[in-house]
């Protein structure tokens, strides 16, 4: 069984910076597409950032700019450093990966549990 756990979220005050972390681990033929979405109180979850294996990235535009995706793929793990945050980017936020358990099976979309971000003075 695969997991996503996240690290990283906390209290900053506005104009601060944070960086997200994200490792999968179990049962990992290939891993695909690597993101992260949040979700505000009484909003949708929304797209933040995603990165294929590939590489091309690709933001909300509410983040252009001020957030940046990478991944360590033989770490299996996804970063998200956010720069110049603004209380607006307050929410949970979520990483979630696209992974073959193996050869043989279909590459299913997994979760993370998610991680509070909080830009407050």
């Known amino acids: 069984q695969v997991q996503l756990v996240e690290s990283g979220g906390g209290l900053v005050q506005p104009g601060g910076s944070l960086r997200l972390s994200c490792a999968a681990s179990?049962?990992?033929?290939?891993?695909?597409?690597m993101g992260w979405s949040r979700q505000a109180p009484g909003k949708q979850r929304e797209l933040v950032a995603i990165m294929p294996s590939g590489g091309d990235t690709n933001y909300a535009d509410s983040v252009k700019g001020r957030f940046t995706i990478s991944r360590d793929n033989a770490k299996n793990t996804v970063y998200l450093q956010m720069n110049s945050l603004k209380p607006e980017d307050t929410a949970v936020y979520y990483c979630n990966a696209v992974i073959r358990e193996a050869y043989n099976t279909r590459p299913l979309q997994y979760w993370g549990q998610g991680t509070q971000v909080t830009v407050s003075s």
């Open positions: 179990g049962s990992i033929y290939n891993t695909y597409v």
